[in-house]
C-alpha cells in the first residue's frame, strides 16, 4: 500500500510527464528572469547613491564611500562620538579621521531644523538606509599618509598603473585597484600604483 500511495503522486503518462517538465522548465526560467531583474535594481540603485568622496590636508588624503540621500545610525553604546558639529563634508571627513570614528551623517539642508550643516560621528555603522530628509551618510574606507618629496617602491619595483590625476583621484584609483600606495609626481601629475607590500618610503 505504500508504495503505491507514493508512486501515485508521479504522472501517470509519457504525455503527463512532458507537461509536468515543461511547466517546471518554465517556473525556473521565471524565477532566474526575476532574479536578474531584482539584481540589475539592486545594483542601479547603488550606482545611483553610492559614491567615492576624497579630501586631504598636507599630511593625509581621506577617503569615505558616499551614501546620497541616506541615514545610518550608531550601533555602540553611546551611539555617537560626537553630536552636532558644524562643518563641510571636507571637514567632517578629516574630524571623524581624528576621532576614529566609524562614519558620520552629515545634514545638508535647512529642511531639518537646527541641524543643517552639522555632522553627527558615530560610534559603530549600521546599514545605510533611505531617509525623508536632505542628509548623507560617509563610511571612511582609505586613508593615504602623504610623505612630500619622497619616494618608495612596491614587490618587485613593479606598478599596477600608471594614470595622471589629482592626488585625490589616484587615491580613489588606488582604493579602486586595491593598491599598496602611489607615487605622484607633482611637475605632470602622473601616478604610479605600487604593487604590495610597499617599502619604506
Known amino acids: 500500500f505504500f508504495l503505491q500511495e507514493h508512486t501515485s503522486k508521479f504522472p501517470r503518462s509519457l504525455y503527463h510527464c512532458r507537461l509536468q517538465c515543461k511547466h ?3 517556473l525556473i526560467t521565471n ?3 526575476l532574479y ?3 539584481l540589475s535594481i539592486i545594483i542601479s540603485l547603488l550606482i545611483t547613491f553610492q559614491v567615492y568622496v576624497y579630501t586631504s590636508n598636507a599630511d593625509i ?3 569615505y564611500y558616499q551614501f546620497r540621500q541616506r541615514n545610518c545610525r550608531g550601533t555602540g553604546s553611546p551611539r555617537d562620538i560626537l553630536r ?4 563641510t563634508t571636507e571637514e567632517c571627513m578629516v574630524k571623524c579621521n581624528e576621532l576614529d570614528c566609524d562614519g558620520f551623517v552629515r545634514v545638508n539642508s535647512g529642511q531639518e531644523s537646527g541641524v543643517s550643516g552639522q555632522c553627527f560621528f558615530r560610534n ?3 546599514a545605510p538606509y533611505a531617509y525623508n530628509g536632505d542628509r548623507d551618510c560617509y563610511e571612511p574606507i582609505a586613508a593615504y599618509t602623504i610623505h612630500e618629496g619622497m619616494n618608495c617602491w612596491g614587490a618587485g619595483r613593479q606598478n599596477i598603473l600608471i594614470e595622471s590625476g589629482t592626488p585625490q583621484q589616484c587615491a580613489q584609483k588606488c582604493t579602486e585597484l586595491d593598491c599598496a600606495g602611489f607615487i605622484r609626481v607633482n611637475d605632470d601629475g602622473k601616478c604610479y600604483f605600487r604593487k604590495g607590500p610597499l617599502g619604506e618610503p
Open 61 to 63: 588624503i581621506y577617503g
Open 24 to 26: 517546471t522548465l518554465n
Open 36 to 38: 536578474h531583474d531584482m
Open 84 to 87: 552636532d558639529f558644524p562643518g
Open 31 to 33: 524565477i532566474k528572469s
Open 124 to 126: 559603530g555603522l549600521g
